[in-house]
C-alpha cells in the first residue's frame, strides 16, 4: 500500500472488481469528461485477467478505509507511463486526487527507470488540468479529436513531468 496524509492506494484486487464495475456504469461518477462504458462484472473481470499492456490499478481509499476513486497507470506505446484518476462525486475538490497524484508520481519514480509521466485530460476539464498543474505537470499541447465522449470527438490536453522536474519524493518517502 502506498501511504499519504489523508489518502492510501492500494492495489486493486479481483473482490474490488463490483465496486468498480458499479463505479464505470454509472455516469454521475465517470463524470462528463470520461467516454460512457457500461459493462457487466463478467467483461470487467475478464479484462482485468487479460490485460494486453502493463498497466496497475489502484483503489485509492481514505484513511478510514472508504474507497472514493480509481488511479492507474500503464505504459504508452513510446514506453512513457501515462497516469489516470477519478473520484466519486461527493469527495471531488477536497484536494485527494491531488494527494493521489503526488503519491504516485513519487511511487513511479522512485520505482521504475523511466524520465517522464504523462496524463490527458478533456480540454474543457478545468479541475483536472489545475490538479496536474499542482502536482508539477507541463502542458504540452492538445491532440484534436482523441477520444470519442458522449457522441463526438473531444480534444485532449497532454501534460507530463519529468524526473529533472521532479527531484525528491513530496509524499512518499520509501516503497
Known amino acids: 500500500m502506498l501511504e499519504g496524509k489523508n489518502v492510501n492506494l492500494r492495489i486493486m484486487e479481483k473482490e474490488d ?4 464495475a458499479e463505479w464505470l456504469n454509472n455516469s454521475e461518477i465517470i463524470g462528463e469528461f470520461n467516454p460512457l462504458r457500461q459493462a457487466s462484472k463478467a467483461e470487467i473481470e475478464k479484462d482485468y485477467e487479460k490485460r ?6 489502484f483503489i485509492i481509499e481514505k484513511k ?23 473520484l466519486i462525486p461527493s469527495e471531488r475538490g477536497k484536494g485527494y486526487a491531488l494527494e493521489a497524484t503526488h503519491i504516485i508520481v513519487d511511487y513511479l519514480f522512485l520505482s521504475k527507470n523511466i524520465v517522464r509521466i504523462q496524463a490527458g485530460t478533456h480540454v474543457d476539464n478545468i479541475a483536472s488540468q489545475k490538479t496536474l498543474e499542482k502536482a508539477g505537470f507541463k502542458s504540452e499541447g492538445i491532440h484534436r479529436k482523441e477520444m470519442f465522449i458522449r457522441g463526438k470527438w473531444a480534444d485532449i490536453c497532454i501534460y507530463s513531468t519529468l524526473r529533472e522536474e521532479w527531484k525528491e ?4 518517502t520509501k516503497t
Open 17 to 20: 472488481l463490483p465496486l468498480f
Open 52 to 57: 494486453s499492456y502493463e498497466q496497475t490499478e
Open 169 to 172: 519524493p513530496r509524499i512518499l
Open 64 to 86: 478510514d478505509g472508504t474507497k472514493i476513486g480509481y488511479m492507474w497507470h500503464f505504459t504508452f506505446m513510446t514506453k512513457a507511463l501515462e497516469i489516470g484518476i477519478f
